[in-house]
């Protein structure tokens, strides 16, 4: 089995993480910024496995990764709660709607 | 070969999901995206990661997100499409930084550091996978990070359970 060349997985990293970027500046849905943010995080966490392959004790870019989960997984229940009672107390969930101060 | 098919399956269905309006189908494009990356965690060796992958994302995470997406917009008015806003800006924000990326990435030689050179094709060695190591290391090296990251899916969890309560009805 032939090495994946490291610089075409850090490319398509490159790639994934401007599309999230691009999905959190131009959405406005609360929830597909979220998706975005979770476009990022996948982007960093391939980066991470990419360079785990060449640590002799091998195994550190993958425990980083591994956390780097784990906290999106808890990002995304609380951010996702948010999202409810915004939307409950707003009837809506676009940003450009809810983005003032206001009882 | 393979590594290339599941990218150009990440990146097209990345793609789509941000192009599309539709939030039914940018999440299914998102599932496709989280597949193709934990298919490329395989290829990496990463076999944990890649089974961490389709648990917590396509199975924990995204299930959220499509529960949040039916939760918050009501399918048959107009709410289930996003609109864009600061499209010009936006696409030029993140190409600059696609650029600057790929510039600085295809510059930097990055396969020649020293210490990329300790490559060894069989770096399983003889162990068929990693997850004896990473348990090891868990219960080792890591675990104050473990502890802490039980902690914070406790706060987590109690906190989003919270949130998400409707305080006039209890």
Redesign the interface.
């Known amino acids: ?1 032939e ?10 990293s ?10 959190v ?8 910024v ?3 943010i ?2 990022i995080f ?1 982007a960093a ?2 980066n991470l ?2 360079f ?3 640590d ?1 004790s ?2 550190q870019g ?2 980083f ?3 780097v ?10 951010a ?6 915004v ?2 107390h707003f009837k ?3 940003l ?1 709607e809810i983005a003032t101060v206001e009882k | 070969m393979l ?2 098919i599941f ?1 150009i399956l ?2 097209l269905s ?2 789509y ?2 192009l599309t309006r539709n ?1 039914l189908y ?2 299914f494009s ?1 599932l496709i ?2 597949l193709s ?1 934990a298919g ?2 395989v ?4 076999d ?2 890649a089974v ?2 389709l648990m ?2 396509v199975g ?2 995204l299930v ?2 499509l ?3 039916m ?3 009501r399918v048959h008015d107009k ?1 289930v499409m ?6 010009v ?3 030029l ?3 600059l ?2 650029v600057g ?2 510039y600085s ?2 510059k930097a030689n ?2 020649l550091l020293p ?2 050179q ?2 060894e ?1 069989d ?2 060695g003889n162990q068929k996978s ?1 997850v004896q ?2 348990g090891l ?2 219960m080792t ?2 675990v104050v ?1 473990f502890e802490l ?1 039980s902690l ?2 406790l ?3 109690m ?3 919270y ?2 309560t ?1 305080k006039q009805k209890v």
């Open positions: 089995m090495q994946i060349p490291l610089e075409h997985i850090l490319l398509l490159a790639v994934l993480f401007s599309l999230g970027i691009l999905a500046i131009t959405k406005r849905h609360a929830v597909v979220l998706m975005g979770e476009l996948n966490n391939l496995v990419a785990s392959r060449y002799p091998l195994l993958q425990m990764s591994l956390f989960i784990l906290v999106a997984a808890a990002e995304a229940a609380v996702l709660a948010i999202v409810l009672r939307y409950q809506t969930a676009n450009s | 590594f290339y990218a990440a990146i990345g793609a999901m941000v939030l940018a999440g998102l995206t989280l990356v490329i965690y290829l990496l060796f990463a944990f990661i961490t992958q917590v994302y924990g995470v959220l997100i529960f949040g997406i939760l918050s917009s709410s996003s609109e864009n806003v600061n499209t800006w936006g696409t924000v993140a190409g930084i696609l990326l790929s990435i295809l990055i396969s210490w990329l300790t490559i094709m770096v399983l990693t190591s990473i290391k868990l090296d890591f990070p990251a914070l899916l706060i987590a969890l906190g989003a359970a949130i998400a409707d």
